[in-house]
């Protein structure tokens, strides 16, 4: 009992622990749960016929497909606008820095009906991609803008904060000792917001999977084509299909669960080498 109460740093811990256990339960352990359980409802057979159905292995496909797109997309370009809106000082960097918040803020239905007004092929933006043969709206690409739109936050604030806490006196000295600025950038930027691009590169990624709102106005939800996992559930409990619904969302959890685990480790291996170094 002594050794227990050594342990407890913060006064409360129990509580604060029971608390932390039951919120977590109830709102992500249980809804899973219920998941699962309903899954089992039916046999392997039939729970094996519902998952490679053509047009369930095709949404799945889509949703993967494009919200990697999406998330390496904005890994990339939300490291460079993180990279201005942290070292360089412009008129309007407020607006700017305010505008990566706007995903969030704006409803994901607002977001769709917007996308694909501009992005369809009599659209300010899509008419030009029309021109070049580029089809936008109601295709993968249109699937990919809207998760680019949503998970930019997501790249940028993970990896701003790292950003502003590095140290431009390094930098500094690397330069006068005769390196170069990639190399710079290569030997010591990189390695320190490495675990943060993981980190941010997963949350847009994971968003991605699940998003429904701003893809199924600009997708076009053709079955086979364009058609998302989340609207195909959708469609299975507009029909009643409980069954079916939860065996497609335990598919895309246990695929999430995966792909998050995977990532999770390449960004403990990242920090840790950052250490090492």
């Known amino acids: 009992m002594s050794s227990l109460k050594k342990r407890s740093v913060l006064p409360g811990f129990g509580l604060s622990l029971g608390y932390t256990i039951l919120y977590v339960s109830l709102i992500v352990l249980i809804p899973l749960a219920g998941v699962v359980i309903k899954t089992t409802e039916q046999s392997w057979d039939e729970f094996w016929r519902t998952v490679t ?39 309007g960097k407020r607006i700017i820095d305010g505008l990566v918040d706007l995903p969030f803020a704006l409803p994901t239905a607002v977001a769709g009906i917007s996308l694909t007004a501009i992005y369809a092929q009599n659209g300010w933006l899509g008419s030009w991609f029309a021109k070049l043969g580029i089809k936008t709206a109601y295709s993968p690409l249109g699937i990919t803008i ?46 320190a917001i490495l675990p943060s691009l993981l980190t941010g590169f997963a949350l847009a990624f994971a968003r991605g999977i699940g998003e429904y709102g701003s893809v199924v106005f600009i997708s076009g939800n053709m079955p086979m084509k364009t058609e998302i996992a989340p609207l195909l559930i959708r469609t299975k409990l507009e029909q009643y299909d409980y069954v079916g619904a939860t065996s497609i969302a335990f598919v895309m959890l246990v695929i999430s669960f995966i792909l998050l685990l995977i990532i999770n480790s390449l960004q403990w291996l990242a920090s840790r080498r950052t250490i090492r170094e």
């Open 53 to 91: 159905n053509a047009r369930v292995l095709a949404s799945i496909e889509v949703s993967l497909t494009t919200s990697f797109a999406a998330a390496l997309v904005n890994a990339v370009f939300g490291t460079i606008l993180a990279w201005v809106i942290v070292r360089y000082e412009f008129p």
């Open 146 to 191: 809207a998760l680019i739109f949503i998970g930019l936050p997501f790249v940028v604030r993970t990896i701003q904060p790292v950003l502003q806490d590095l140290e431009k006196d390094v930098e500094e000295a690397a330069a006068s000792l005769g390196a170069s600025r990639f190399r710079t950038f290569r030997k010591i930027i990189f390695p």
